[in-house]
Nanobody, 124 residues
Framework: QVQLVESGGGLVQPGGSLRLSCAAS????????MGWYRQAPGKQRELVAH???????KTVDSVKGRFTISKDNAKNTVYLQMNGLKFEDTAVYYC??????????????????WGQGTQVTVSS
């Protein structure tokens, strides 16, 4: 089993910054893809950014230039640095992980693990 624990959410003024962290625990050797989705009230969950094993990243257009995703492979932890926050960034942010190689050398390619979510509120 894999557990994802997020931290770093909170209340921030427009233009401010937050850094989200998501640490994966369990009998893990490596994780192919980690990323972040968000869900605002009354809206569907949407991809914010993800990072894959070779370090390449994808970031949704609405946060490009403001949000940066990074990953510490040794710690199985993904980060989302959020700068220039806007009101419309208010949402619950969820971490996910896919493509788990376990210490048993079993590879689970398609199952997604999710964190519990962390609230980000941008308000003046």
């Amino acid at each position: 089993q894999v557990q994802l624990v997020e931290s770093g959410g909170g209340l921030v003024q427009p233009g401010g910054s937050l850094r989200l962290s998501c640490a994966a625990s369990g009998r893990i050797l490596s994780i192919d893809t980690m990323g972040w989705y968000r869900q605002a009230p009354g809206k569907q969950r949407e991809l914010v950014a993800h990072i894959v094993g070779d370090g390449s990243t994808k970031t949704v257009d609405s946060v490009k230039g403001r949000f940066t995703i990074s990953k510490d492979n040794a710690k199985n932890t993904v980060y989302l640095q959020m700068n220039g926050l806007k009101f419309e960034d208010t949402a619950v942010y969820y971490c996910y992980a896919q493509g788990i190689l376990y210490t048993s050398y079993v590879f689970q390619p398609d199952y997604d693990y999710w964190g519990q979510g962390t609230q980000v509120t941008v308000s003046s």
